[in-house]
């Protein structure tokens, strides 16, 4: 039987990220995709030219759609935009509970631009990550939810696990943009830490990496892995994405989603 998984997210017109990164890489691994949108963007890779959001009783109404009807097995959460939109969420998931929920905070671009208001990163930390089986920040994400700066591998673990304690079962930091030959991504859950550590790629500027990232955690724990292995295969995943990515459009390169789940799943 096929399994399903939900993202939560907005749409990317270019194609690189958001609801289409993540329904593409749910059907890399053999997952069947359904969606919320959020809201939507004229973007492409040069950048975002437009956002139109959505209202927060029609996210509501989707989520509703969705839940009765498919046994969602996972699900993630990517660009929530608004509080009224993590509040509609916030207020079905805790009505409904999934097992597995991984949440992409999407709250600074890889750009460094702030992409939540304040009141909407206040309702992401109260709302959203008590309901987390895992949270996905990257640095930037992890210096703002615990007000400290994270310059190297040993502040990420200790932004690891003050993060635990804000709310979510386990947080994978991630640590791309530290530099260096190798890429680190520091995983906590409860005080236990572990390290995930991937060759680095020279990919220039890649567009939609951590969408496909939490997609591809949420996809793996859809067909029913365990969350550290649903998060090395992810990281396999993405790293053969990236490795393989081929210039589209004239900006930065997003990852090539036609990997397979069989392509990934046995290797080391």
Avoid: W
């Avoid at 498919?70 to 509040?87: C, D, N, Q």
């Avoid at 400290?148 to 993060?163: N, Q, S």
């Amino acid at each position: 039987m096929i399994r399903v998984a939900l993202t939560i997210a907005g749409s990317d017109s270019g194609g690189g990220a958001g609801i289409q990164a993540d329904l593409k890489t749910f059907a890399a691994f053999g997952v069947f995709g359904t969606s919320v949108i959020t809201a939507l963007t004229a973007q492409n890779t040069l950048g975002v030219r437009a956002v139109a959001d959505v209202p927060p009783a029609f996210v509501r109404a989707q989520l509703d759609a969705v839940r009765e009807d498919f046994a969602v097995a996972s699900a993630k959460t990517g660009m929530l935009s608004r509080r009224p939109v993590i509040e509609a969420v916030a207020a079905h998931l805790h009505d409904r509970r999934l097992r597995n929920l991984v949440v992409d905070p999407v709250m600074v671009a890889a750009s460094g631009d702030v992409l939540l208001a304040a009141d909407a990163v206040t309702a992401m930390r109260e709302l959203m990550l008590p309901l987390a089986t895992l949270l996905t920040p990257n640095l930037r994400e992890a210096e703002m939810l615990t007000g400290e700066p994270i310059k190297d591998v040993a502040a990420m673990h200790r932004a690891a696990l003050a993060i635990v304690e804000i709310g979510p079962q386990a947080v994978l930091v991630k640590g791309g943009r530290l530099g260096g030959l190798t890429s680190v991504d520091v995983f906590c859950r409860g005080s236990t830490i572990r390290e995930f550590i991937t060759p680095r790629l020279a990919v220039g500027r890649p567009h939609g990496t951590g969408c496909t990232l939490s997609a591809a955690i949420a996809a793996a724990l859809a067909l029913g892995m365990q969350l550290e292995n649903a998060i090395e295969t992810a990281k396999r995943y993405v790293t053969r994405a990236l490795a393989t990515a081929e210039r589209v459009g004239h900006g930065a390169t997003p990852l090539n989603h036609l990997i397979k789940f069989e392509e990934i799943k046995d290797t080391e």
